[in-house]
């Protein structure tokens, strides 16, 4: 499955992952002079929120989608941004970066779930780290957004969509702490932590909740016709309504299960 982003509307309809990842940010307990890796960095602007927060470090941002790295440079270019770098390049290619630069920190925000060979991930990391530097990733993790997942799934099969999907592959990863243990360890880590952690995605009403499942959900809708997709997304709502009902304010919950790794390169 490419990486078939919409940068501008993910930008407009990125609230949640931005939160989690200022939340993310905020256990960097960052000096101000590191030097960071972030990966899939998307629409940048956590990258941008970082190049600050270490104004003599820097900050190398990458992302596997054509869209989002020509949409970031953009956003935050060099000559306001002079310690951030944006590069198209694949997770499971950090490797070579190797003999361009070494890091103190890889930090990784609600990507690494679209990737399926995180060893590869992690060896990577572990090439372009220095020794004693460190790892702080969260992604979507065992059991995340299963309500979603199970609502999709009903509205896959009524008839209207049903002969689209017949060639459906499930595009994410959502892997457990126990995968983590053994791929740090493999490659030299220390963990500190590697937990699932419950979170609540809230959406301010159906709007809100369309416009993250038609940026983040694209590998689903890009199964169907452009003309079918609205409809479709509008179903998906219909149907996780009926069991995740709006609270009293209109705001509309999902259950995230984030999986965060942290972890020391030794
Ligand atoms: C939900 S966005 C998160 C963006 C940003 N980190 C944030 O928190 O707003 C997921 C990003 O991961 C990127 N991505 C997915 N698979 C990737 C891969 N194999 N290598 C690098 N980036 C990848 C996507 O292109 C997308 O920009």
């Given at each position: 499955m490419g990486q078939n982003w919409n940068a501008e509307d993910y930008a407009m309809n990125s609230k949640g992952q931005l939160k989690?990842?200022?939340?993310?940010?905020?256990?960097?307990?960052?000096?101000?002079?590191?030097?960071?890796?972030?990966?899939?960095?998307?629409?940048?602007?956590?990258?941008?929120?970082?190049?600050?927060?270490?104004?003599?470090?820097?900050?190398?941002?990458?992302?596997?989608?054509?869209?989002m790295i020509r949409f970031a440079s953009g956003q935050f270019p060099k000559k306001l941004f002079p310690n951030l770098t944006f590069l198209k390049m694949n997770a499971i290619e950090?490797?070579?970066?190797?003999?361009?630069?070494?890091?103190?920190?890889?930090?990784?925000?609600?990507?690494?779930?679209?990737?399926?060979?995180?060893?590869?991930?992690?060896?990577?990391?572990?090439?372009?780290?220095?020794?004693?530097?460190?790892?702080?990733?969260?992604?979507?993790?065992?059991?995340?957004?299963?309500?979603?997942?199970?609502?999709?799934k009903v509205v896959r099969a009524m008839p209207a969509y049903r002969?689209?999907?017949?060639?459906?592959?499930?595009?994410?990863?959502?892997?457990?702490?126990?995968?983590?243990?053994?791929?740090?360890?493999?490659?030299?880590?220390?963990?500190?932590?590697?937990?699932?952690?419950?979170?609540?995605?809230?959406?301010?009403g159906d709007e809100s909740f369309k416009g993250w499942l038609r940026t983040a959900w694209f590998p689903y809708t890009d199964y169907l016709p452009k003309a079918l997709r609205d409809a479709f997304l509008a179903e998906v709502i219909e149907v996780y309504k009926i069991n995740h009902p709006a609270d009293e304010f209109g705001n509309i919950h999902v259950k995230m299960i984030r999986l965060e790794v942290e972890a020391h390169a030794v």
């Amino acid at each position: 499955m490419g990486q078939n982003w919409n940068a501008e509307d993910y930008a407009m309809n990125s609230k949640g992952q931005l939160k989690w990842g200022e939340e993310l940010i905020e256990k960097l307990f960052l000096e101000g002079n590191e030097a960071i890796l972030d990966i899939g960095c998307g629409d940048g602007k956590i990258s941008a929120k970082l190049s600050k927060l270490v104004k003599e470090g820097e900050v190398f941002a990458i992302d596997a989608s054509e869209n989002m790295i020509r949409f970031a440079s953009g956003q935050f270019p060099k000559k306001l941004f002079p310690n951030l770098t944006f590069l198209k390049m694949n997770a499971i290619e950090i490797n070579k970066l190797n003999s361009l630069k070494k890091f103190d920190i890889a930090f990784s925000n609600a990507c690494l779930h679209w990737v399926k060979n995180h060893a590869a991930v992690i060896k990577g990391v572990r090439a372009i780290l220095k020794n004693g530097g460190r790892i702080l990733f969260q992604m979507g993790g065992r059991g995340d957004v299963g309500e979603v997942l199970s609502s999709i799934k009903v509205v896959r099969a009524m008839p209207a969509y049903r002969k689209y999907f017949e060639n459906f592959a499930a595009p994410y990863y959502f892997y457990g702490a126990e995968d983590y243990e053994i791929w740090l360890d493999k490659n030299d880590f220390l963990p500190v932590r590697v937990e699932l952690i419950s979170k609540d995605m809230r959406h301010d009403g159906d709007e809100s909740f369309k416009g993250w499942l038609r940026t983040a959900w694209f590998p689903y809708t890009d199964y169907l016709p452009k003309a079918l997709r609205d409809a479709f997304l509008a179903e998906v709502i219909e149907v996780y309504k009926i069991n995740h009902p709006a609270d009293e304010f209109g705001n509309i919950h999902v259950k995230m299960i984030r999986l965060e790794v942290e972890a020391h390169a030794v």
